[in-house]
């Protein structure tokens, strides 16, 4: 089991930066590929950011290529989202998943969730 829990969202104004945090807690968190997800209102979840096991691998989704950076501390059981150059279009909740094995761009590959945490980019 592993237990997943979101910091870090807040309200910023278009441009500015934001760095979101997944604290794990549970057994053998660096065995575990992570994935960030988001979902803005009256729209489906949608693949953000995914990491390997070992933070070597990243994947970006198409509209936060080049402004968002996935990392992990493995010591620490946390994985990071570094957004930058935000637009209000990247409004919604964001969660971070787990899943063993390869990181993967698809929700339902992932076995554990956070609650989320809400991310606003104001004009």
């Known amino acids: 089991q592993v237990q997943l829990v979101e910091s870090g969202g807040g309200l910023v104004q278009a441009g500015g930066s934001l760095r979101l945090s997944c604290a794990a807690s549970?057994?053998?968190?660096?065995?575990?590929?992570m994935g960030w997800f988001r979902q803005a209102p009256g729209k489906e979840r949608e693949f953000v950011a995914a990491?390997?096991?070992?933070?070597?691998?990243?994947y970006y989704a198409d509209p936060v290529k080049g402004r968002f950076t996935a990392s992990r501390d493995n010591a620490k059981n946390t994985v990071y989202l570094q957004m930058d150059s935000l637009k209000p279009e990247d409004t919604a909740v964001y969660s971070c998943?787990?899943?063993?094995?390869?990181?993967?761009?698809?929700?339902?590959?992932?076995?554990?969730w956070g609650q989320g945490t809400q991310v606003t980019v104001s004009s």
């Open positions: 990491i390997s096991w070992s933070g070597a691998t990243t």
């Open positions: 549970g057994r053998a968190f660096s065995s575990y590929a």
């Open positions: 998943a787990a899943r063993r094995g390869a990181a993967l761009s698809t929700a339902p590959s992932y076995d554990y």
